[in-house]
């Protein structure tokens, strides 16, 4: 608290992202990064860009990276906005699109930063509650609303919506936008990017943070009806019309050029993600099914947030959200198998 702050400040409640350590021997699977680096396609990229040229101003559209990604999801540039991380993305969404008379609803249990993003923009939201088995039910999302927003899969829960409800629900709800987040689906989901030449109130959000594994490049972008990117666009040009600099727009076209690299990656995590699964049922853990690079699980008799700690004292990160409905689980991101492995070998030791 300080006198010198605004009335608007005073009131925010912030965002608080998972602890990024300033020790280095720990085994982070608290953030859901990517537990590969980036593409060598990507770093040959940033190298070159090190160069006398950045005392110039970057492309304030990025043009280059928009058609890279136009081509990848065969769309036009037209389609495409990009920003400092879909964070970012998401900011100028909720000011620009999702802002309305009604209020805009969202899960219960869902991406923490919406409800920090409604306070920031006084935008006037309400919940809707994930079933028992924490599963979004779209069938009941009223169509009086100021907007519709969720990840697809959800986060923190991991569990996916098959594309053909999002089509339903786009086929209802046809008045207000729907946004569609988008941030795990290269782990296990059909994006809803090819919906958005029928439908121009769906708006899908992307980053290359988790899947490219460039959480430290910072660049998201969102795919959507050209009126829907032109507002952005009146945002962002409101905002800071160089969000993305010359490294993050060389290295997330290398990113999205290098198919093999990408495909490779995501089906390690995939694969490392199933073994993970059966490893944690055993240890009697119920899981829920994920469609990301996490897993969302709650052991039958020991209390997560000993268990964090515990983990914790043996040099693994977790993440545990004090949260009503979901204070029992433990939201634990795919490691390498060798991490996935050592944290297996950690909960059997804090079991025995
Ligand atoms: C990680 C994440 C984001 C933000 O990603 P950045 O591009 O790194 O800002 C957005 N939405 C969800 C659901 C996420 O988990």
Redesign the pocket.
């Known amino acids: 608290m300080s006198r010198f702050w605004s009335a608007k400040v005073n009131e925010l409640t912030p965002y608080v992202p998972g602890e990024q350590p300033k020790v280095s021997n720990l085994i982070k699977l608290n953030t ?1 990064e990517n537990p590969y680096g980036p593409s060598p396609k990507v770093l040959e990229a940033l190298k070159a860009e090190a160069a006398d040229t950045l005392r110039l101003y970057p492309d304030p559209n990025a043009e280059q990276l928009k058609q890279a990604l136009a081509d990848y999801y065969n769309v036009s540039p037209r389609h495409v906005f990009v920003g400092n ?4 993305v ?1 900011a100028h969404t909720f000011q620009g699109l999702l802002k309305q008379d009604k209020p805009l609803i969202f899960p219960d249990i869902s ?1 923490s ?1 919406y409800p920090v993003y409604c306070g920031l923009y006084d935008i006037k939201y309400t919940n809707q509650l994930l079933t028992e088995s924490f599963e979004i039910d779209l069938s009941q999302y009223p169509t009086e609303n100021g907007g519709i927003i969720f ?1 697809n899969p959800n ?1 923190p829960t991991g569990r996916v919506l098959p594309l053909s409800e999002i089509e339903s629900l786009l086929k209802r709800n046809t008045e207000t936008v729907v946004v569609i ?1 988008e ?2 689906i290269d782990f296990g989901g059909e994006s809803a990017i090819s919906l958005v030449e029928n439908y121009p109130n769906l708006l899908v959000v992307q ?4 899947s490219r594994s460039l ?1 430290g490049l ?3 972008f969102a795919i959507g009806h050209p009126a829907l990117i032109d507002g952005l666009e009146r945002v962002k040009n409101s905002f800071n019309s160089y969000p993305l600099d010359r490294f993050a727009i060389s290295g997330a076209v290398a990113a999205i050029k290098d198919q093999p690299y990408f495909e490779q990656t995501c089906n390690a995590i995939i694969e490392s993600r199933n073994a993970l699964v059966e490893q944690l049922k055993g240890l009697n853990f119920d899981v829920l099914p994920s469609a990301t690079n996490f897993v969302f699980a709650r052991h039958a008799t020991h209390d997560a947030g000993e268990l964090a700690v515990k983990l914790r004292e043996k040099s693994i990160i977790v993440r545990h959200f004090k949260q009503e409905r979901i204070q029992h689980y433990l939201r634990i991101t795919i490691g390498t198998n060798e991490e996935c492995q050592a944290l297996v070998d950690a909960i059997k030791d804090i079991l025995a």
């Open positions: 859901n991380g879909s964070d970012e998401l991406y930063f990840p986060a987040d941030a795990y980053t290359l943070s988790k959480a910072r660049v998201g």
